[in-house]
């Protein structure tokens, strides 16, 4: 059974930082491309980065420069750090994992709020 468990979600203020993990369990996650999404309220979920088993990462322009995506293969763990967090950042954050012939899956997501 495959299980992707987000975790490092919460309020912070504008300026801020928050660093989201992804557990994951069930793949064979070394072989796996990972990315983390996020949907706002009223707002279709969108790609903020993605990291593949080689470890080359890609990020949404809004996000680059201020967010970083990471992966530890022996801890079957992904990571995005998020800094100069700004309010627009505000929703729930999902991990994905994919690989070709296989299905993606996804966590049930973090929130993440930016608010002073």
């Known amino acids: 059974q495959v299980q992707l468990v987000e975790s490092g979600g919460g309020l912070v203020q504008p300026g801020g930082s928050l660093r989201l993990s992804c557990a994951a369990s069930?793949?064979?996650?070394?072989?796996?491309?990972m990315g983390w999404f996020r949907q706002a309220p009223g707002k279709q979920r969108e790609l903020v980065a993605r990291?593949?088993?080689?470890?080359?990462?890609v990020y949404q322009d809004s996000v680059k420069g201020r967010f970083t995506i990471s992966r530890d293969n022996a801890g079957n763990t992904v990571y995005l750090q998020m800094n100069s967090l700004k309010p627009e950042d505000t929703a729930v954050y999902y991990c994905?994992?994919?690989?070709?012939?296989?299905?993606?899956?996804w966590g049930r997501g973090t929130q993440v709020t930016v608010s002073s």
């Open positions: 994905n994992s994919w690989r070709v012939g296989d299905i993606e899956y």
């Open positions: 069930g793949i064979i996650f070394r072989l796996y491309t």
């Open positions: 990291i593949t088993s080689g470890r080359s990462p």
